[in-house]
């Protein structure tokens, strides 16, 4: 088989209606499915439609709370924690980006923690919300498996637990970072597995210590931390770090506690994340700001060339390129993802997505 192309609202709608058969209000279907297809057509493929299966599976099971009472359980001038009472994790965290946003217009820096949250797609989603506010977003997450160990060790106690950031720019488009602290994000280890292709070395080694490079025996090894075999203390410390920010500050399971929930379908999770929300107006003239980062953003890309390089980039470029292609071209979807989504609206008794 080929692969197939969608466009962007089929996709949403193939999602949503899915999402809507197995108990999601409408809304709240609307809103999931609108985050998953962006995640697709930004090329965050390991985040968007190939999760379907997993979240109908673990609806299905109990996993996920289909109404949840999303609400605030600690809430100060420019902090809060919000509780997602185990609902979809895109639902939480849009909350939490809307409140640090309102937060931010009067103190300046607003930080929301969610606890019993779920995987909500790509980082970089949810710290591009401030972007429309003239402000900076950060992000952070602890990842909903375990696959890193520390450094030097083996007990997998930590995982990928990413982190984004989201500047705004002036002529030039925002630089948006979005980085696991692992060599590679589990999701495209799974994406790699899906389309049948192996895994470059130094993504993932076994318990010996040896390259894995075949996706499908993945849950054989481990993800190396940023810096690889040479230096994946950073990575290692970065990870933790990340995770005791984004899961134990705001009571959300972190470590031994965290639940995989690739092999486990009906617990809760209690996934954590954290968003802030900078506004640049509390820190001098907007229009300046933005300014200073184009000169920056132009200075990197006209800046001397190792040679063999064709092109220096900067943050978010590669993925801008992928969303103008993607919606000019349709949204690709690879054959053993077709199958599987095929399979999930058979089961559902809705129209296949192509």
């Keep these: 088989m080929l ?60 996993g996920f709370n289909v109404r949840p009472n999303i609400r605030v359980v600690h809430d100060h001038l420019s902090t ?38 779920n995987h909500a797609g790509p980082a970089s989603l949810y710290a591009s919300m401030p972007l429309a506010h003239d402000m900076i977003g950060l992000y952070f997450a602890v990842g909903n498996a375990n696959h890193l160990p520390p450094w030097g060790g083996l007990d997998m106690l930590l ?12 002529d030039e488009k925002p630089i948006v970072l979005d980085m696991a602290t692992t060599v590679a994000a589990y999701g495209k280890v799974k994406t790699k597995a899906l389309r049948g292709e192996t895994m470059p070395e130094g993504w993932m080694i076994d318990r010996a210590g040896k390259p894995l490079t075949d996706p499908k025996r993945a849950d054989e090894g481990m993800l190396l931390p940023l810096g690889g075999m040479e230096a994946g203390y950073k990575g290692y410390g970065l990870a933790m770090v990340i995770g005791l920010l984004a899961g134990t500050l705001g009571g959300a399971a972190m470590g031994r506690d965290v639940i ?9 999770t209690n996934t954590g994340q954290a968003i802030a929300a900078i506004n640049v107006a509390a820190f001098g003239d907007v229009a300046v700001f933005k300014k200073s980062v184009d000169t920056l ?58």
């Design 80 to 117: 809060a924690v919000l509780n997602g009472d185990n609902g979809m994790g895109h639902l939480v965290m849009k909350r939490a980006a809307e409140m640090a946003i309102e937060k931010a217009r009067t103190t300046g820096i607003a930080w929301v923690n969610s606890q019993f949250s």
């Design 297 to 354: 953003v132009r200075d990197i890309r006209n800046s001397e060339r190792m040679p063999g390089v064709e092109r220096i980039r900067v943050p978010g470029e590669r993925s801008f390129e992928t969303r103008v292609k993607r919606t000019q071209n349709g949204i690709p979807v690879a054959p053993a993802l077709m199958r599987g989504l095929d399979q999930v609206a058979d089961d559902l008794g809705i129209a296949r997505l192509a």
């Design 159 to 170: 995982s990928t637990n990413p982190i984004a950031a989201a500047i705004p720019a002036g």
């Design 260 to 268: 995989d929930f690739n092999h486990d379908d009906d617990s809760v």
């Design 3 to 62: 692969e197939t192309t969608v466009t962007l609202s089929r996709l949403k709608a193939f999602i949503q209606e899915a999402l809507t058969k197995v108990g999601l209000p409408e809304q709240d279907a609307s809103t999931v499915a609108g985050l998953m297809a962006e995640a697709d057509l930004q090329g965050s493929d390991g985040h968007g439609v190939t999760r379907l299966p997993q979240y109908v599976r673990r609806i299905k099971a109990g």
